[in-house]
């Protein structure tokens, strides 16, 4: 009787072991399904879209908007090229896309065959002068560098409100010009090739975007995905999993915002 129990117990553990086994794989295989198809989530390192997205916003980004290309799927496999169920993005979407070995984030301002400059900081699209207001300034960890001590009071840094001609509105900040022989707020005009975009970031001066060459057009094949929620987010960057933090550096205001 005990050998015939002992044996029941070993299948008992043998199919438990193998039941864990296959909801575990079936779980890896939902979640690479929902991150490659559905929704991915990212991080903001970087002040670059400020004050739309700061430092320390976690969000959504969906991976169905514009279709899908081999940077939709982990490591970027060249399994295919070009797009599959692809569809043009809008003017004024905030758009995840490739470059080199990183994820970038920006706002998409050219589409293909526009022609775009930046003229004593205001920005023109075919020759018009996009419309810009003055808006209450930022208040805030300060955007124009990308190191500042944790012990750095508040700075107030000029910001608008730009509305493009789709009628989309958002805000830029105005940042001191940087210092280099390039001046982002003067710039020649661009004129978007075909299957490419033009992307620029919020804060202005402290965006490295298509102005400049390193970046330049973005190919439609490297676009990710279209940035839509701030799900969580952390004051200066805070690593999230550093939850005994969490009481005084949740940003609770911005949890569920939707970017616009």
């Known amino acids: 009787m005990s050998a015939a129990r002992n044996n029941k117990s070993k299948s008992k553990k043998k199919g438990g072991t193998y039941e864990l086994v296959v909801s ?9 399904v929902i991150r490659t198809l559905l929704f991915q989530p990212f991080s903001i390192p970087s002040g670059s879209m400020e004050s739309t997205l700061l430092i320390g916003d976690y969000l959504f980004v969906t991976k169905y908007s514009y279709g899908y290309s081999r940077y939709s799927i982990p490591f970027a496999p060249p399994v295919f090229s070009g797009r599959i169920f692809g569809s043009t993005p809008e003017r004024g979407d905030v758009i995840v896309f490739r470059h080199g070995d990183l994820d970038f984030i920006k706002r998409l301002i050219g589409l293909p065959g526009d022609r775009i400059q930046v003229k004593q900081g205001a920005l023109y699209i075919n020759g018009t002068e996009i419309k810009r207001e003055a808006t209450d300034d930022f208040v805030g960890e300060d955007p124009c560098h990308s190191y500042v001590p944790a012990w750095s009071p508040p700075v107030r840094v000029k910001r608008w409100r730009e509305t493009l001609p789709n009628g989309r509105s958002y805000t830029t900040l105005e940042c001191p010009p940087r210092s280099d022989a390039f001046d982002p707020n003067n710039t020649d005009v661009y004129t978007v090739p075909a ?28 676009l990710i995905g279209h940035a839509r929620i701030i799900f969580f987010s952390l004051e200066g960057g805070e690593p999230a999993w550093h939850i005994w933090n969490w009481p005084w550096s949740i940003r609770w205001s911005r949890l569920f915002s939707i970017i616009r």
Do not use: Q, T, W
């Open 24 to 32: 575990l794989v079936e779980a890896l295989i939902i979640a690479v």
């Open 195 to 222: 299957g490419h975009y033009f992307m620029m970031g919020d804060n202005r001066n402290n965006s490295e975007d298509s102005r400049f060459p390193d970046v330049s057009y973005v190919a439609s094949d490297l």
